[in-house]
T-cell receptor
Framework: DVKVTQSSRYLVKRTGEKVFLECVQD?????MFWYRQDPGLGLRLIYF???????EKGDIPEGYSVSREKKERFSLILESASTNQTSMYLC????????????FGPGTRLTVT | RKEVEQDPGPFNVPEGATVAFNCTYS??????FFWYRQDCRKEPKLLMS???SGNEDGRFTAQLNRASQYISLLIRDSKLSDSATYLC??????????FGKGTRLHILP
């Protein structure tokens, strides 16, 4: 069964903390994505990666960075968390064929206080 | 024009009715299209792919109109369990997945 896992379902951090969100997929997918989802704003793409050590900015990369050292793992980093980064974070992966859409992890609900 | 646009709804539809919603996309080079379903507080899950010739899966029919750059989803004989947010997804030439903001559907008893 296809699986995308995220390190935490719920996370509470303080303003200014460095936050790591981990995503792992077991489908040998080339492409991985990080989104945030907020009420009324839908899913917004933060960063994506086509391959190991490659990354591309999405629509809202400010305040975030990513790391992809291994094909199966894509990390989202909040260098200095702020309250406006309180959100639901969703990781997704897809294959290069593009014919299967993408598979999502269960999401991490991050609260920054 | 936004890359992928959907009517946010909500669509309030009585049980048993037929409901349809569209999604427009701006990039004519887009290659793959999908409908996802997202239940409250859950991650989006693939509902169905959308093929050029149109495709059907039970009560659900998806269609693609390349000339007008939109896809559609039609749900027949709607059930209470169909209540969810339906996300339109476009997979562009560079495999970037672009999501619409979703259409909320409420099926009323």
């Amino acid at each position: 069964d296809v699986k995308v896992t995220q390190s935490s379902r719920y996370l509470v951090k303080r303003t200014g903390e460095k936050v790591f969100l981990e995503c792992v997929q077991d489908m040998d997918h080339e492409n991985m994505f990080w989104y945030r989802q907020d009420p009324g704003l839908g899913l917004r793409l933060i960063y994506f990666s086509y391959d190991v050590k490659m990354k591309e900015k999405g629509d809202i990369p400010e305040g975030y960075s990513v790391s992809r050292e291994k094909k199966e793992r894509f990390s989202l980093i909040l260098e200095s968390a702020s309250t406006n980064q309180t959100s639901m974070y969703l990781c997704a992966s897809s294959s290069d064929t593009g014919g299967q859409g993408g598979y999502f992890g269960p999401g991490t609900r991050l609260t920054v206080t | 024009r936004k890359e992928v646009e959907q009517d946010p709804g909500p669509f309030n539809v009585p049980e048993g009715a037929t409901v349809a919603f569209n999604c427009t996309y701006s990039n004519s080079a887009s290659q793959s299209f999908f409908w996802y379903r997202q239940d409250c507080r859950k991650e989006p899950k693939l509902l169905m792919s959308v093929y050029s010739s149109g495709n059907e899966d039970g009560r659900f029919t998806a269609q693609l109109n390349r000339a007008s750059q939109y896809i559609s989803l039609l749900i027949r004989d709607s059930k209470l369990s169909d209540s969810a947010t339906y996300l339109c997804v476009v997979n562009s030439w560079n495999d970037k997945i672009i999501f619409g903001k979703g259409t909320r559907l409420h099926i009323l008893p």
